[in-house]
């Protein structure tokens, strides 16, 4: 089991002596926590690691990190950002340090807050988060925490890509299963995998993810278009828009960079694919099968020199049984399978504290929340979220107003949280049935 040692002093160090301490707790209770509870905390831990508690100092100093997890456990976050230089400071080294920040449901707000201050400046890195309302919630979940962070922490892109000087917006990525996937996207970038198609629900974060591809390939532009809205039946329009078209292609036409040209060296990322058929599909098909593509009206062929990323919000079987097999395996080379929100629950903790502490900070004559009661978090955890990130948005937002506007509420109430829930995410609701991501 862990060995159990409190640190009396910041001289008098447990491991004194001993192995090295796997895992150092900072945490305001420090000495005061009772070693009566030793016990019950191992049941839950693996065997043969070794911890040592320390508590957090009045003026909080970089220190000396010998370890590979520091945890944080219920500490303000004005004492975070010490801790996080130095574990940026040590990966930059290349010596590996993950920090675990466990907070309480009444803290995400001031989460939120420290997390967008961080992302904004380029400062996360090598973080897991954890939500618990007492220290044996926190035992609970620590040993699925220990796991080292190898991959970013962040997708910083644009809210569109169509608009010069964009404002950026924050993708954050804590969770086990899409630091997976971040890893396969890049790989996907880096090794010449030019065709892919990620498989996602709604508002699971594939638009991100196609970005995070392009910034890791590197070269050319990024170039969206959602293809369900520009299926009109017409070829000739598809043709242009994809392919473009010539100076007088048709009466009044002068010449259209389309969006192959536009994303040259760089990323074509065509949403919504699971409508491809008909017009788009035929244009598609003279791309993909030979690499070349006619602009509308011209006379020779140009190179399709872009990488080119399908996606669908619709699941597998859905997908399978709404198009033609043939004309689909040419879209993709392999899949990337985007998990659900309700299998991230990491990231769903950074969903709900940026988005609490974005509507808190719009807050003018309102008493904003501080965060969430414990069985308002509950709700949030347990709930399937088909609609993803999205429908967590929607639901917050709903239950902010509800509560904000009363002004007498502290912290969120399940109450409000569950009439978000009905209103934006539906148990029964027969679109669900169309969404997945398991191939």
């Known amino acids: 089991?862990?060995?159990?040692?409190?640190?009396?002093?910041?001289?008098?160090?447990?491991?004194?002596?001993?192995?090295?301490?796997?895992?150092?707790?900072?945490?305001?209770?420090?000495?005061?926590?009772?070693?009566?509870?030793?016990?019950?905390?191992?049941?839950?831990?693996?065997?043969?690691?070794?911890?040592?508690?320390?508590?957090?100092?009045?003026?909080?100093?970089?220190?000396?990190?010998?370890?590979?997890?520091?945890?944080?456990?219920?500490?303000?976050?004005?004492?975070?950002?010490?801790?996080?230089?130095?574990?940026?400071?040590?990966?930059?080294?290349?010596?590996?340090?993950?920090?675990?920040?466990?907070?309480?449901?009444?803290?995400?707000?001031?989460?939120?807050?420290?997390?967008?201050?961080?992302?904004?400046?380029?400062?996360?890195?090598?973080?897991?988060?954890?939500?618990?309302?007492?220290?044996?919630?926190?035992?609970?979940?620590?040993?699925?925490?220990?796991?080292?962070?190898?991959?970013?922490?962040?997708?910083?892109?644009?809210?569109?890509?169509?608009?010069?000087?964009?404002?950026?917006?924050?993708?954050?990525?804590?969770?086990?299963?899409?630091?997976?996937?971040?890893?396969?996207?890049?790989?996907?970038?880096?090794?010449?995998?030019?065709?892919?198609?990620?498989?996602?629900?709604?508002?699971?974060?594939?638009?991100?993810?196609?970005?995070?591809?392009?910034?890791?390939?590197?070269?050319?532009?990024?170039?969206?278009?959602?293809?369900?809205?520009?299926?009109?039946?017409?070829k000739s329009a598809v043709k242009s828009l994809l392919c473009g078209h010539v100076a007088g292609a048709f009466p009044g036409a002068g010449a259209r960079i389309g969006a192959f040209t536009q994303a040259r060296d760089g990323v074509c990322f065509l949403d919504e694919s699971h409508g491809v058929m008909g017009p788009v599909m035929e244009v598609l098909m003279e791309a993909l099968d030979n690499s070349q593509y006619l602009p509308f009206g011209a006379a020779a062929k140009q190179k399709l020199d872009c990488a080119l990323l399908f996606a669908t919000n619709r699941g597998w079987q859905h997908l399978m049984e709404s198009v033609n097999i043939d004309e689909f395996t040419r879209l993709g080379a392999a899949t990337l399978n985007v998990p659900e929100l309700s299998q991230r629950e990491e990231d769903m903790i950074a969903v709900t504290a940026s988005m609490l502490a974005k509507l808190a900070a719009g807050c003018t004559n309102w008493k904003a929340p501080t965060g969430l009661q414990d069985d308002a978090w509950e709700l949030i955890r347990q709930c399937r979220w088909h609609g993803n990130a999205r429908a967590l948005v929607r639901t917050l937002e709903a239950a902010f107003v509800d509560c904000a506007s009363r002004g007498i509420d502290s912290l969120l109430p399940a109450e409000d949280i569950q009439t978000g829930i009905n209103l934006w995410e539906p148990a029964d609701h027969h679109s669900h049935q169309i969404y997945g991501t398991t191939p």
Do not use: C
Not at 58 to 79: L, Y
Not at 189 to 211: E, M, V
């Open 1 to 234: 089991m862990f060995g159990m040692g409190l640190k009396k002093g910041r001289q008098d160090s447990v491991s004194q002596g001993g192995p090295r301490p796997e895992l150092i707790v900072y945490s305001d209770a420090g000495p005061q926590l009772d070693l009566s509870r030793g016990e019950a905390y191992q049941r839950h831990l693996e065997a043969g690691r070794r911890f040592e508690f320390r508590q957090i100092p009045t003026v909080f100093e970089r220190e000396p990190i010998d370890s590979d997890f520091v945890m944080a456990m219920f500490i303000n976050t004005t004492a975070l950002d010490a801790l996080a230089d130095t574990v940026m400071a040590r990966r930059r080294d290349a010596t590996p340090l993950t920090l675990i920040i466990a907070v309480m449901p009444s803290q995400l707000v001031a989460l939120g807050q420290w997390l967008d201050r961080r992302a904004n400046e380029d400062r996360l890195a090598g973080i897991r988060l954890m939500v618990a309302n007492s220290e044996n919630r926190v035992w609970e979940q620590l040993s699925a925490r220990m796991v080292p962070v190898t991959e970013t922490n962040l997708i910083r892109m644009p809210m569109t890509t169509e608009v010069e000087n964009a404002s950026y917006r924050n993708f954050y990525v804590f969770s086990d299963k899409l630091q997976a996937l971040v890893a396969r996207v890049r790989a996907f970038a880096q090794n010449g995998i030019h065709r892919a198609y990620l498989l996602g629900g709604p508002g699971s974060g594939k638009t991100s993810l196609a970005f995070y591809y392009f910034l890791m390939r590197n070269k050319g532009r990024f170039v969206s278009v959602n293809l369900a809205a520009e299926n009109t039946g017409d």
